[in-house]
Every structure is written in C-alpha cells, then in structure tokens.
C-alpha cells in the first residue's frame, strides 16, 4: 500500500510493517471484545518504548524465555472449552432461566460494566505496568465460572457478566505486554508471535468444547469444571510472568532523564544570565506554561483536533466507532438467536466459533495484500461490505435454518474483520506514537458508550426489552443507515476525484501550449510543467 494513499504521513516501509503487525487482527468469539483495538495500541506502545535502549540484548536467553513464556500464557489463558456453550447453558435446566431473562436483563451487563472499567484499566495497565493488571484479569476468570458453576440466581448472572465486562476491559495488558521484554528490532517478530499463540488457543478451545459436547456427550456443568481448571492454571501462570520496567505514559525512563537533563541545562542558562538566582516573572510563566504543555496528556489532546481534519482518518475512526457496534452486538446475542432457532436440540457453537476463528482470520490476513487508493476508494469499500453484512443480518434474523443461520454468521465475523487490519494501518500510520493509543481508546469508548445506549433502548428490560429477532432486525436496519451513509459519500468523494483529475489535465494542457509555441521563451527551460518536466524537454 502506497504511503501517499493515506491521510497523513509516513514511510510505506513503516506502513507495511504496521500492517503486518496488525493483521492478524481477528481473534476470538463475542465474549473477546475490542481485541483489535488493543492491539493496534500496543503496536504503537512498542514504538514509544523503543526510545528506551534494550537491557535484554546483552542476555538474549533471557528475553526469549520470557516471550516463549508469555505466548504459553497467551495460549492456555485463552482456553475455557465451555466460553461458547455459556448461552445454552443459562437457558438448559441445569440453570433453567428463560430466555428473556437472558436477553433483556442478563446480557446488557456486560457493556455497561465493560463501559464503566475500560478508561480504569486503561490507565492502571500503564501505571502499573501490565503485570497486575493481568492477575487481575486472571481472577475475574475464575470468578465467572465459580459464579457459572455454583450461581444459580438471576442476580448472580448479572455479577458474572460484570465480571465478563473487567476482564475484557484487562485484555489490553496483554497485547501490550510483549513489547516491554524485547529490543525494538524484534517487535514485529513477538506481535505475530503473541498474537498468533492467542489465536490457536480460541481455536483449540472452540474445537475442545465441541468435541466435549458432541463426542464425549458431557454435560454443561461437567464443561464448566473443565473451563474453571483451565483459567485457574492461567491465573497461576500469570503470577510467574517476569514483571516489566518501562511502560508507555508513566514509566518512560529515557524521557524522563531527557527532561530532567533538559532542565538542568535551562537552569544553568538562566544562573549564568541572573547570578543573584533572579529570574524574571515572565520566564516563570513561561516555564511554568512550558512544563504544563509538556505532559504527555495535554500534548496528545492538543494534537487531536488534527485527527478530526483528515478526512481518512476521520473515516477510518468513525467505522471503527459504528461499524464495531454492531459487530460486537451482533457477537453478543448471537448465541441466544441459535438457542432459538435450533430450540437447544443440538449445540454445534464450538464448532462454528472455531470456523469463524479461522476465516477471520484468512481474511485478516489477506487485507495486508490488498493495493489500491485508500484515499479515493475508502468509502466504497467500506459502503459495499457493510451493505453485504446488513443482508446477512436480515438473513439470520429471518431463517429458520440453523445451518444458515451459522454460515451467516462466518461470514459476517470474516467481512469485518478483514477491514480492521486496514482501519487500524490507515489510522495508525499518520499519527504519532502516543496520540495512536489515545485515538484507538477513544475509538473504542465512544464504541463501547454507543453499545450501551443501543442496549439500554433495545434490549434492556427498563427499555423496549425486545426478543432477539427483532433486535437482529433493528441491527440489520443499523447497518442498512449506514451502508447509505457510506455509499452517499463514496460517490462525493469518487466524483470530486474524477474532476479534480480532469481540471489537472486541462491545467496541463492550457499551461503547455504556449510555452511549446512561443519562440521568445528563452529560459522555458526554467519553467516547469504540471507533469514535472520543462517545457523544452
């Protein structure tokens, strides 16, 4: 992909590796939110602890031990057999909830609590520096399924989602994790590395649980057993990971000795001026209005009002915002559809978890191969596949087969996720390091405040409290507004383009003619045409 097809700046060598970093962006079930947006954070996190030399080069083994560890973490922690089965377990006679009770008073939990903690745990993975942020993710696991294997009150489900809500919001820690333990020449190497030990554990764990239902017909209770083992082994392999020095905002050691030295010389500028150590009222002000623009907060919120001015990268983070929406709505009442569709009879969730595990991500990574004009096609692009999900969201809330209901939604998961591997290289390429993760947390919380009211009007008992069929029509119309929002602004933008091309050739033509006739040019060498030749060649 050209460089000067994006918004803003950039090397395409730098563009490609972001890409390549970010590709396989397609992960895990409903239940594994925002994934993607985390990881285009950590991508960014890596570039800005680069600035600190790596201590690990001179003990190699240690490093590599500690990535080998880490992406064994990033596997097992990543397998609960039961994670697709939760819905059907609620609504079995193992727990014997109705599916109402689900969908409208059950399920809405998990965006509201992932809303409430995802700034927190944002700010406190940084702070903290990842380690205890994944304990702490280790023992929300185990509470949801002590609460999945001993709960049995309504009250106590709605705790269990919450919980859902901490540890999807912890997730980042992880993906930014990695970073803190190698030299920046192998970042690229250790994302793919992270990423990939977390893909093929979803995928062992979807394909586990299937077999445990469909071969060795055990119950849900007994599959949950088997899930509460496995979080418990990750917790216990969370409090070995070794615990890193640097972080991205609060613990950046070289930038802090830079400051620091930067300041002892201004002081020593300003001793050798005032001797007597009197420094003019206005130099305090300035220094003190230095010192507040110098925090790192307040310089990226000053930088974002460029974001709004490109018109990609204002494209890109509104399709990260709405078209991320619907997506994760869809990935949240999906289950309780099937459950209905097929009436519990057979449960084959695993196994479709699994098939979409994988076309996401093909499609993920086929997305880093896609070369065409971002900067003009962008819209249509995005217009066409969202055009395509609406259609198969009104198939799944339609159809009675549940067969199709599954394909659809393969298919569904493997559109979106190959244009978030794009969206995260056309947003990231033109932005600087730190203002790159405030943009993807701002994305991601104005997504996750969007879910909430979408929720809370539709599906939440104190709203309209819909059944799932109608809510997969209100998602369908969703996507439908927003198809014509795309396509209405692909043909501006494809229209603009074409005229402006026309105008620049007919500039061309009206500039070269009188120059190639005018025998008095004497120095048309020196005069440059819009093709950038002279006239005389």
Known sequence: MAADDTAGS?????????????????????????EDAEMAVSAHEAQSLSEDPAVEARNPKKWEWAVIFLCFYGFMSSIKPGEPFITPYLLSPEKNFTREQVTNEITPVLTYSYMAVLVPAFLLTDFLRYKPVLIIQGISQVVIWLILFLGDTLLQMQFMEFFYGITMACRVAYSSYIFSLVNPVLYQRVAGY???????????????????????????????????????????????????????????????????????????????????????SSAASRNSASRWKDSVFVQMLLEMRNVVKKPNLRLWSLWWVFNSTGYYLVLFYVHILWSKVSDNKK??????????????????????????????????????????QAALLLLMGTTGNIWVCYIAYVLFRGFYQFLVPI???????????????????????????????????????????????????????????????????????????????????????????PIELSPVAVNSEAEPLSNGKSAKS
């Open 10 to 34: 950039g090397d395409g060598s730098e563009g490609e590796k972001e890409m390549d970093v970010k590709v396989a962006a397609a992960e895990d079930t409903g239940r594994h939110e925002d």
């Open 194 to 280: 992270s990423r990939s030990s977390v893909l093929l554990g979803v995928f062992t764990s979807s394909v586990l649980g299937q077999l445990c239902m469909s071969v060795g017909n055990i119950t849900y209770y007994t599959l949950n057993a088997i899930s509460l083992g496995f979080v418990s082994f990750g917790l216990l392999l969370s409090l070995c990971l070794p615990w890193p020095k640097r972080s991205l905002f609060f613990n950046r050691t070289k930038n802090q000795e830079q400051r620091e030295l930067t300041a002892v010389a201004v002081k020593s500028e300003l001793d050798l001026i005032n001797p007597k150590g009197e420094v003019p």
């Open 347 to 388: 449960v084959y969730n695993g196994g479709v978890e699994a098939a979409s595990t994988l076309l996401s991500a093909m499609t993920a990574f086929m997305a880093g191969y896609v070369k065409i004009r971002w900067n003009v096609w962008s819209e249509l692009v995005i217009g066409v596949i969202t055009a395509v």
């Open 423 to 513: 969206a995260t290289f056309q947003i990231a390429s033109s932005l600087t390091k730190e203002l790159c993760a405030l943009v993807f947390g701002i994305n991601t919380f104005l997504g996750t405040i969007l879910k909430s009211i979408i929720s809370l009007i539709f599906s939440d008992k104190r709203g309209l409290a819909l059944d799932v069929h109608s809510q997969f029509l209100v998602y369908f119309i969703y996507f439908v507004i927003l198809t014509v929002v795309y396509l209405v602004c692909a043909a501006v933008v494809i229209i603009r383009h074409y005229r402006n091309q026309a105008g620049a050739r007919g500039g061309a033509n009206d500039q070269a003619t």
